[in-house]
């Protein structure tokens, strides 16, 4: 039996999660939470082997949620099951650990499949996502020794925005105000050439 945690804010769609699980003979729901500071709390104690993981929460993000849940259990799975669809945070959730990524709309046979392929090992995701994780690699230029252009701190913030930080989680880790960061990514984004966080990112792909 796969145990299963459900980590969602909007009732309705948890309730609808756990009625899916109700549907298979072979995954149980051992824990629903809606929030992240809550999953911190439950998760751990019933120990599940799969988490369905929204993305949207109230306060702690499901990206950050992941990333501390997978540090107390790194063997557990997480799926991120939401309606976002764009590369950046499709890259941040699969850099803080979560091994699979399906839509809300999904059907049941896809959300049972995607709870069972990552448990044997699989990384789910629907055709759209793959399409969109292999066009998203696929459209950066190779990578190039524009990072040595980088001053310590820009290097600092840039190393932070790849493992997955808020601008305001990286201004109060380096202990400067959230301009000071802004400012940064601007001059980040000037020398590397490029135009958001997530190609910022994979210039740093030999290091990573």
Same mark, same amino acid.
């Given at each position: ?6 980590? #969602? ?9 756990? +009625? ?7 995954? $149980? ?14 998760? @751990? $104690?019933?120990?599940?082997?799969? /988490?369905?993981?929204? =993305?949207?929460? @109230? ?6 949620? /992941? ?11 997480? =799926?991120? /099951?939401?309606?976002? #669809? ?5 890259? $941040? ?11 809300? +709309? ?17 990384? @789910?995701?629907?055709? #759209? ?13 190779? @990578?190039?020794? #524009? ?59 030999? +290091?990573?």
């Amino acid at each position: 039996m796969i145990k299963v945690a459900i980590v #969602e804010d909007h009732k309705t769609t948890r309730e609808a999660l756990v +009625r899916i699980l109700s549907l298979s003979t072979d995954c $149980r729901c051992v824990c629903t939470c809606s929030t992240g500071e809550e999953a911190l709390q439950a998760i @751990p $104690r019933h120990q599940p082997d799969v /988490v369905l993981m929204d =993305i949207q929460l @109230p306060k702690m993000s499901g990206v950050e949620c /992941v990333g501390k849940i997978k540090e107390l259990l790194p063997a557990m799975h997480a =799926i991120m /099951v939401t309606v976002y #669809e764009d590369p950046d945070t499709i890259f $941040r959730a699969l850099r803080a650990g979560a091994a699979g990524y399906i839509l809300k +709309r999904a059907t049941t046979d896809a959300i049972l499949g995607a709870i069972r392929e990552v448990q044997s090992g699989g990384a @789910p995701m629907s055709a #759209e996502i793959a399409r969109k994780v292999i066009s998203y690699f696929h459209a950066q230029a190779a @990578p190039t020794k #524009e990072t040595e252009t980088l001053s310590n701190r820009e290097r600092a913030v840039l190393d932070m925005v790849a493992q997955g930080f808020y601008n305001k989680e990286i201004a109060e880790r380096l202990g400067v105000s959230l301009d000071a960061v802004l400012w940064h990514l601007k001059h980040i984004y000037q020398k590397l050439h490029v135009h958001s966080r997530s190609q910022a990112i994979l210039k740093l792909r030999p +290091r990573i």
